[in-house]
């Protein structure tokens, strides 16, 4: 889970950040993007992507990569900003924001198949999360704040069961639609009904 991180170290880089989101798909809720940079050669803990981890698994693995993590940024994108600008403008507006809100200035990134002009080197590819230890962190942290967002968002909205479709056009959520209307996070550029 780290030769692709060793291949970056051995062409001189010194602080690769991995950069993952969650929410791409749902239709209620942020988008949330997390960058994560380890130490050079930081020994892997993480070796699967975020799906494929049990919420507990998940939960102790968050807590490992913030006391682990040489720095570490989280950017929440809000639904009228999905609207707004179209999930994949907002996904690269908030690429943008992680990576400058990080203190430390990576030399180059890890991307989960997005394409996106950085001022240092990069390199996308498709489930980057499955071969990059950096990308996996960064998918876990995304992953789990947006699930407690959620899960907040099923008590100020009890009607819709946000805790468990996580926003997600799941056919309760849409069950919920037709019963309830839609709440002020419902992303409406997407197809609601």
Known sequence: MDSLEKKIYKNGYKYIVGIDEAGR???AGPLVISAV????????FVYADSKKLSPKERDSLYNEILE??????IVVVENEKIDSLGVSSALKEGIY???EK???KPDYA?????????????????KADEVSHTVAAASILSKITRDRIMEDYSKIYPNFSFDKHKGY?????YQEIKMYGITPIHRKSYRLF
């Open 97 to 99: 924001k992680a990576i």
């Open 25 to 27: 798909g749902p239709i």
């Open 110 to 126: 890890i991307l989960d198949f997005i394409n996106i002009d950085l001022d240092f080197d990069s390199i996308s590819i498709p």
């Open 102 to 104: 990080l203190y430390i």
């Open 37 to 44: 940079i380890f130490k050079y050669n930081q020994k892997p």
């Open 169 to 173: 056009p799941t056919k309760q959520h």
């Open 68 to 73: 682990n993590a040489l720095d570490y940024s």
